[in-house]
């Protein structure tokens, strides 16, 4: 691999050196091969020999410069003071094979000055779930941190029972978060410059072609969350947990917790359980990244040239950006050219969808045989299963809701719609009843249900024969979803 150890040469007030702290007797649980050729892991024998023990904190290759971050952030809208990689370590970071810097974040490895009351361990249950949630958003073509793997081990871990403890080797472009300023700004003020320039420097480069290279290193963090953001709510994918210590500076998704993909259509779901308020409900997601950010952008006022108007001129595109780039989105998950006619289309489909409780990611699938009634037999099924769920009522809003859609996708080929709606709605994203079954057979020391998981993500878009019917299943109407529990 091409070593590119940056973060270590800032200021040591910024981290703190150490060593992981090795699981007992640890057992690969998963690899991801494509992320190993992306990094140059897979033509290093040494590393390939040695991967379990690697990510078991057993084995640290000479070139890692494993480390802590300190970082800050507001949780749930309120300031909490300083955080930190609390369980987790910046192992290394290498060019991949797009030249394209990316970290090596071992996540579940023991306690760090930043633990807090935490125990540094992270549990199979959550290790699994987010293996397979950044795997199924970069399958779906969603900004996202990935992961080279995990393993399993014999160390205990207590959560609200005894669990099986795990360690995930977790790959992002980036761990720098919106709450490193924010700790930067409280506690070492003087490092904001240097932090600065490092950012745009490591990642932002395109930005020191401007007259003012900060404000539009700003501009673009902006954009980019808002991008990302909509993607959240195109895929119907709810975060849980939009702190500004888990949001990334380059607009990927970052921090699996108790995330979740819609089901049954509800704009208010809520799957954090802890989120009493519905602050991190799907709905509010894009609110709350505008908060975060403007949370976030008054500390470069301590840097020269940036004032509070130049600040607001940073933070005003965000809105444009994000109902641009959900609108297009939308229309071509119904495979209408983006115009008013198809907005007003698509957000009638949503609200029959609100209205009805209809699933998700089945009833958009479930358009393309309205679009070609002969060709897709497992459309077909979903859109039986949508139509039978309907009252006397809603039939009729659909059927003209339906006439005037299609009338509406005579302006453009039926090919052309169809390819658009192949590529833009999945077939199969990750239900928390998929991840569950997939935990629960790991627990129990088999692995084969989450490699099919992994493997039917890997190709979301298209039908698959390893498929069962589960996957595509919804809850019952009115069943409450599956709240999810921070604890990992």
Not at 293 to 305: A, I, K, S, V, Y
Request: glycine share 6%; charged share 20%; proline share 5%.
């Amino acid at each position: 691999m091409r070593y590119q150890n940056t973060y270590v040469t800032l200021d040591t007030r910024l981290y703190h050196e150490q060593q992981p702290t090795p699981l007992d007797n640890p057992r690969a649980g998963h690899f991801n091969t494509e992320v190993a050729k992306q990094l140059g892991w897979l033509d290093d024998d040494e590393l390939m020999a040695r991967w379990v023990k690697i990510l078991g904190g057993q084995y640290v290759p000479a070139e890692f410069r494993p480390l802590s971050m300190a970082y800050a952030g507001h949780q749930f809208g309120q300031w909490a003071g300083q955080l930190g990689d609390g369980r987790g370590l910046l192992m290394a970071q290498v060019l991949d094979n797009n030249d394209k810097l990316q970290d090596l974040h071992l996540k579940g490895i023991g306690l760090t000055p930043y633990s807090r009351m935490g125990d540094g361990r992270a549990v199979l249950r959550s290790t699994i779930r987010e293996y397979l949630c950044g795997h199924a958003l970069t399958q779906l073509g969603i900004p996202s941190s990935n992961a080279l793997g995990f393993v399993v081990s014999d160390t205990r871990v207590r959560r609200e029972r005894m669990e099986t403890g795990a360690a995930l080797m977790r790959v992002a472009d980036s761990h720098i978060r919106l709450g490193h300023v924010e700790w930067i700004a409280s506690f070492a003020p003087d490092l904001l410059n240097e932090f600065t320039d490092y950012m745009i420097d490591t990642y932002y480069p395109e930005c020191r072609q401007s007259e003012t290279p900060v404000l539009a290193f700003l501009t673009a963090v902006v954009e980019r969350t808002a991008r990302m953001i909509a993607d959240w709510q195109l895929i119907g994918f709810a975060h849980g947990v939009m702190n500004t210590d888990n949001l990334s500076i380059t607009g990927s998704t970052l921090d699996f917790g108790p995330f979740g993909f819609m089901e049954r259509f509800d704009p208010a779901w809520i799957n954090n359980h802890s989120d009493h308020t519905g602050r991190y409900a799907y709905q509010n997601q894009p609110a709350i990244g505008h908060w975060n950010l403007n949370t976030w952008l008054p500390h470069f006022m301590r840097l020269e040239g940036v004032t509070r108007d130049t600040l607001a001129d940073c933070l005003a595109p965000y809105e444009a950006t994000f109902m641009q780039h959900y609108q297009q989105g939308l229309c071509r998950k119904l495979g209408l050219p983006h115009e008013k006619e198809s907005l007003t289309l698509a957000f009638e489909w949503l609200t029959l969808l609100e209205d009805n409780l209809l699933d998700y990611t089945n009833s958009f699938r479930a358009l393309l045989a309205l679009v070609a009634p002969d060709d897709y037999s497992h459309e077909q099924q979903l859109l039986s299963t949508l139509t039978a769920e309907l009252t006397d009522e809603a039939s009729k809003v659909w059927q003209d809701w339906s006439t005037r859609y299609l009338a509406q996708l005579q302006s453009v080929s039926v090919k052309q719609a169809l390819d658009s709606m192949r590529e833009n709605n999945p077939v199969y994203v990750l239900r928390n009843s998929m991840a569950q079954r997939a935990i629960t057979a790991a627990e129990q020391g088999q692995f084969e249900e989450v490699n099919r998981v992994f493997e039917l993500l890997a190709n979301p878009y298209n039908v698959q024969d390893i498929a069962i019917e589960l996957d595509s299943k919804p809850p019952t109407p009115h069943a409450p979803q599956m709240p999810i529990s921070c604890s990992s």
